[in-house]
């Protein structure tokens, strides 16, 4: 089991440039989550998934977007970055109520730098 | 005032030592309460996961929730250089499945 895998690993934008980050996970979850770490404000969390297809948002949604195709995948996307995006994001999954816990499982992250 | 509240340190231990890391927290609705290590460039792991009041003990860690004071604590036992990282509290109600985050207290286990 590889658990939650991310690409890229590391990324360098230029102002208004586009991308989307790919967030996996091979152990059947329905939860998904897309958080941000920056020094001094912790884990926050920009979207989530509770299932295929569904999506909303989180604390910090706005200038992203994500879509939930398939069960297994999560992708975040930056339609035109900026600097104050400029962070670590971190992917998440979590099971299904009923067949697990609340805790959450982390991917390894994208270093992400907007110039 | 944040919903949960989590000294960042940093603290700085000699190896051995027993490390207390703690974590405040407002809304009573919390029943599920974790702790997460995160190593430097790493993404946050589960350490350990407890549901409602009391004590749950995994080798040289234990986790303990006091709900009547809104408080939670991991001990480290004979701590080593490797358990040198943050530790992230996180917590939930049970109602939506977003955990909420302390923002993480930086550990240093001296040799």
């Known amino acids: 089991n590889a658990g939650v895998t991310q690409t890229p690993k590391f990324r360098v934008l230029k102002t208004g440039q586009s991308m989307t980050l790919l967030c996996a996970q091979d152990?059947?979850?329905?939860?998904m989550y897309w958080y941000r770490q920056d020094p001094g404000m912790g884990l926050r969390l920009i979207h989530y998934?509770?299932?295929?297809?569904?999506?909303a948002k989180g604390e910090v949604p706005d200038g992203y977007n994500v879509s939930r195709l398939k069960k297994q995948n999560f992708l975040l996307g930056l339609e035109s970055a900026a600097p104050s995006q400029t962070s670590v994001y971190f992917c998440a999954s979590s099971p299904r109520p009923g067949t697990g816990g609340y805790e959450q499982y982390f991917g390894p992250g994208t270093r992400l730098t907007v110039t | 005032q944040k919903e949960v509240e989590q000294d960042p340190g940093p603290l700085s231990v000699p190896e051995g030592a027993i490390v207390s890391l703690n974590c405040t927290y407002s809304?009573?609705?919390?029943?599920?309460f974790m702790w997460y290590r995160q190593y430097s460039r790493k993404g946050p792991e589960l350490l350990m996961y407890?549901?409602s009041s009391g004590n749950k003990e995994d080798g040289r860690f234990t986790a303990q929730v006091d709900k009547s004071s809104k408080y939670i604590s991991l001990f480290i036992r004979d701590s080593q250089p490797s358990d040198s990282a943050t530790y992230l509290c996180?917590?939930?109600?049970?109602?939506?499945?977003?955990?909420?985050w302390g923002l993480g207290t930086s550990l240093a286990v001296n040799p």
């Open positions: 998934s509770v299932g295929e297809g569904t999506t």
């Open positions: 407890t549901y």
């Open positions: 152990m059947n979850h329905e939860y």
């Open positions: 809304n009573s609705a919390f029943q599920y």
């Open positions: 996180a917590m939930e109600a049970g109602n939506n499945r977003k955990l909420i």
